[in-house]
């Protein structure tokens, strides 16, 4: 059975850097598309970053392109989310998922895409 799990949340003053990991547990690691969410207090939860097991480049929304780095160690069973030039909107519940191509694309913000989900961790950001 998959599971995830996140770990590296915490506290970090506006302008730092904080990297997520998340380790997948399971077979056929390098079969799965991987994607970042975050929830923000009062909010929904929003889609962040996404790498697709047929490859490509990193996907990312558009609020954290150019401070945000998804990238994947299939030798580890490991996807990350490296956080530069952090803002105080960026706190949130960060989540990691995993999902397999279903026959059809959604695309990467779609949650239909993702199967398994990591329990989330904390990231605050003050400024």
């Known amino acids: 059975q998959v599971q995830l799990v996140e770990s590296g949340g915490g506290l970090v003053q506006a302008g730092g850097s904080l990297r997520l990991s998340c380790a997948f547990s399971?077979?056929?690691?390098?079969?799965?598309?991987l994607g970042w969410f975050r929830r923000a207090p009062g909010k929904e939860r929003e889609y962040v970053a996404a790498?697709?097991?047929?490859?490509?480049?990193?996907l990312y929304t558009d609020s954290v392109k150019g401070r945000f780095t998804i990238s994947r160690d299939n030798a580890k069973n490991t996807v990350y989310l490296q956080m530069n030039s952090l803002e105080p909107e960026d706190t949130a519940v960060y989540y990691c998922?995993?999902?397999?191509?279903?026959?059809?694309?959604?695309?990467?913000?779609?949650?239909?895409?993702?199967?398994?989900w990591g329990q989330g961790t904390q990231v605050t950001v003050s400024s």
């Open positions: 790498l697709l097991w047929s490859g490509g480049n990193p």
């Open positions: 399971g077979r056929t690691f390098s079969s799965y598309s």
């Open positions: 998922a995993a999902g397999r191509y279903k026959g059809s694309w959604k695309g990467p913000s779609s949650e239909y895409e993702y199967d398994y």
